[in-house]
């Protein structure tokens, strides 16, 4: 089945305990990003990435950071968790040149710092 | 990027036709307008995406007049499932453009009633 897995689904931890949530697709699709959601402020984006080595910030960068070593794989990283960053996120991908199929995101990953 | 702006939320009864505008002034020639539909603690799911005039899948119908400013998600006989927030999107799902960074914003809230 194609989809995009994000793991853990639910993580409370303290902070400046570092962490990683790992996102992986299975659809050979090359862009890959990360959005927070919180109540009143919708989805924003933190980082995405075009392919392999290529990444770039979103609107709301701080605090994270992420890498792409390889096509299917593109893990968040906290370095210094603070309790702001207490959020559901989302991992999404989409496949290069083509326009009907949009995003495909993971069932997300709810984060608390404590 | 192009900036869009939807009604907060909106209600509607079992049965009836909903249509949700997004306004897109400053949208770009290479922009094409996606639909996402999100329900409480899931990841946005694509919905229908256009370019010009009208598109229409299994699921709803995608108005977009002449001008492109604006763009209308209709979605026939809504049901109870169909409460959801519903987002529309302007940007470039092409290599090469700016389709990296999405911008969600907030949405609309739907609300179906019995």
């Known amino acids: 089945e194609a989809q995009v897995t994000q793991n853990p689904r639910y993580l409370i931890t303290v902070t400046g305990k570092k962490l990683t949530v790992t996102c992986s697709q299975n659809?050979?699709?090359?862009?890959m990003s990360w959005y927070r959601q919180d109540p009143g402020l919708g989805l924003r984006q933190i980082y995405y990435s075009m392919n392999v080595e290529v990444t770039d910030k979103g609107d709301v960068p701080e605090g994270y950071k992420v890498s792409r070593k390889e096509k299917r794989n593109f893990p968040l990283i906290l370095e210094s968790p603070s309790p702001n960053q207490t959020s559901l996120y989302f991992c999404?991908?989409?496949?290069?040149?083509?326009?009907?199929?949009?995003?495909?995101f993971g069932s997300g990953t709810r984060l608390t710092v404590v | 990027l192009a900036k869009t702006t939807q009604p907060i939320s909106m209600d509607s009864y079992e049965g009836q036709e909903v249509n949700i505008t997004c306004s897109h002034n400053?949208?770009?020639?290479?922009?094409?307008i996606t639909w996402y539909q999100q329900f409480p603690s899931q990841g946005p799911r694509f919905i229908i995406q256009g370019y010009k005039t009208k598109v229409t899948n299994e699921v709803a119908s995608l108005f977009i007049p002449a001008d492109r400013k604006s763009s209308t998600l209709s979605l026939p006989r809504v049901s109870l499932s169909d409460t959801a927030v519903y987002y529309c999107?302007?940007?470039?799902?092409?290599?090469?453009?700016?389709?990296?960074?999405?911008?969600f914003g907030k949405g609309t809230k739907l609300s179906v009633k019995p």
């Open positions: 999107l302007v940007g470039v799902h092409d290599y090469g453009g700016s389709q990296g960074n999405l911008i």
């Open positions: 659809m050979n699709h090359e862009y």
């Open positions: 400053n949208i770009a020639t290479n922009d094409y």
């Open positions: 999404a991908s989409s496949l290069t040149g083509v326009r009907d199929y949009g995003y495909t």
